[in-house]
């Protein structure tokens, strides 16, 4: 399995930004998707997570009502979209897959992560 992310970029405090993540190699409708972030100084954290067959979702509780993850099934592509971005939303996102049907909040519960993509927030 294979996780390409991208659609990082510079974006004002109060914006957004669509971040994605591509996905090959697997039966997708058995995986469950992460989003993580990493802030500079700071362990990685969970984000936000989606049940590829059943669209559950679950999100860090800073981020609820500004983040969405959603996912295409055609373009094999989960991406977090991100509202109202804070500066402390600053970050290199990463995008994680676990072969399971299942809510997972820790990183060591996904098998197969993607390169990050950098998220700046200026305020």
């Known amino acids: 399995v294979q996780l390409q992310a991208s659609g990082g970029g510079l974006v004002q405090a109060g914006g957004s930004l669509r971040i994605s993540c591509t996905v090959s190699g697997g039966a997708f409708s058995s995986y469950t998707m992460g989003w993580f972030r990493q802030r500079t100084g700071k362990e990685r954290e969970f984000v936000a997570s989606i049940i590829w067959s059943s669209d559950r979702t679950t999100y860090e509780d800073s981020v609820k009502g500004r983040f969405t993850i959603s996912r295409d099934n055609a373009k094999y592509t989960v991406y977090l979209q991100m509202d109202s971005l804070k500066s402390e939303d600053t970050a290199v996102y990463y995008c994680?897959?676990?072969?399971?049907?299942?809510?997972?909040?820790?990183?060591?519960?996904?098998?197969?992560w993607g390169q990050g993509t950098q998220v700046t927030v200026s305020s």
């Open positions: 994680a897959a676990k072969r399971a049907l299942a809510v997972i909040t820790t990183e060591y519960g996904y098998d197969y």
